[in-house]
Each structure stands twice: as structure tokens, then as C-alpha cells.
């Protein structure tokens, strides 16, 4: 949560993941109302059709361009 804060705070345009979807959705609400770009997707990274997965939609969220991951 702080790094994604941190980073919005900077400027960027953050994508995270959680593996809590009701967690996942409380922070976007608070990031949205803070005037954060961040989006977010339910994910186990622990897998790897999940991890796959995240990175299909992250890529799509940023058209290909990922600065940091």
C-alpha cells in the first residue's frame, strides 16, 4: 500500500494486485478520492496462471509501456 501510495503521490500511473478483492476495492476507492491514477486486479502472484494473467491485464492497462514492475 505505501509504495503504491508513494508512487502515485510521484505522478505515476500504478497498477496493483491483491489477493482480498474487498481490500483491493476499499484502497482504489481511497486512492481514486485522493486523485490517484491506480487501478487494480485480484491476484494470487504465488501462481502462475495468475501471474500470467496479471501481467496480460497490466499490459493492456498501459498499452505494452511498463516503466516498473
Request: aromatic letters at 4%.
Amino acid at each position: 500500500r505505501a509504495v503504491v501510495e508513494e508512487l502515485a503521490t510521484l505522478g505515476a500511473s500504478v497498477h496493483t494486485c491483491s489477493r482480498n478483492e474487498a481490500e483491493l476495492k476499499k484502497c482504489l476507492a481511497e486512492w481514486e478520492a485522493s486523485g490517484f491514477r491506480v487501478t487494480g486486479s485480484v491476484a494470487d502472484v504465488s501462481s502462475r496462471p495468475e501471474r500470467e494473467k496479471l501481467l496480460e491485464e497490466v499490459a493492456r492497462a498501459f498499452d505494452g509501456k511498463l516503466n516498473i514492475l
